[in-house]
T-cell receptor
Framework: GDSVTQMEGPVTLSEEAFLTINCTYT??????LFWYVQYPGEGLQLLLK?????DKGSNKGFEATYRKETTSFHLEKGSVQVSDSAVYFC???????????FGEGTQLTVNP | GAGVSQSPRYKVAKRGQDVALRCDPI?????LFWYQQALGQGPEFLTY????????KSGLPSDRFFAERPEGSVSTLKIQRTQQEDSAVYLC???????????FGPGTRLLVL
């Protein structure tokens, strides 16, 4: 079945540091890939997405590129801020109308 | 509002009680999903509706869990005879026809004592 594997956390960085959170997936066909962010006590917010190979999703300084050859969708940000502290989830959807399959989540803490 | 709404936001139940969780999706979204998120874990799929039809309920953990969406808009997730292992955040998400992107509500945090 479909699965998503994220790098183990938690991740602690200083403000303005570079961020990478690794995500790899296993799926048949051509899934869409997503990064969601969850702030304490809140639901999931869509951060970015990519729907086909070599697509780059970007939002709020975050980027991720859909790499089919390595089945990866790593999240990056060049300079993190304290306000980026949250849990980040990588997810995939195999088809329209199908469930999202999530990774375990990565807790990010950014210190001033 | 324009987003997905859920109520209640918090629910404390005694073991054995029945609970009902409500989800109001984004207007016009035909697809509605329920997920269960245990503490420190990623969300796990429970069930899926397209309009009023429940097309996939393979994620429901037991026959104590029941979901409905009778008019193709608001959905209710019902848990009968709650157990401590049912304690989790229950997330609802919706998406528009033909789209894979799902938009989530704030969740209902259920604590069973």
């Amino acid at each position: 079945g479909d699965s998503v594997t994220q790098m183990e956390g938690p991740v602690t960085l200083s403000e303005e540091a570079f961020l990478t959170i690794n995500c790899t997936y296993t799926a048949t066909g051509y899934p869409s890939l997503f990064w969601y962010v969850q702030y304490p006590g809140e639901g999931l917010q869509l951060l970015l997405k990519a729907t086909k190979a070599d697509d780059k999703g970007s939002n709020k300084g975050f980027e991720a590129t859909y790499r089919k050859e390595t089945t990866s969708f790593h999240l990056e940000k060049g300079s993190v801020q304290v306000s980026d502290s949250a849990v980040y989830f990588c997810a995939l959807s195999a088809t329209s109308g199908s469930r999202l399959t999530f990774g375990e989540g990565t807790q990010l803490t950014v210190n001033p | 509002g324009a987003g997905v709404s859920q109520s209640p936001r918090y629910k404390v139940a005694k073991r054995g009680q029945d609970v009902a969780l409500r989800c109001d999706p984004i207007s016009g979204h035909v697809s509605l999903f329920w997920y269960q998120q245990a503490l420190g874990q990623g969300p796990e799929f429970l069930t899926y509706f397209q309009n009023e039809a429940q097309l996939d309920k393979s994620g429901l953990p037991s026959d104590r869990f029941f979901a409905e969406r009778p008019e193709g808009s608001v959905s209710t997730l019902k848990i009968q005879r709650t157990q401590q292992e049912d304690s989790a955040v229950y997330l609802c998400a919706s998406s528009s026809r033909g789209q894979r992107t799902q938009y989530f509500g704030p969740g209902t945090r259920l604590l069973v004592l």
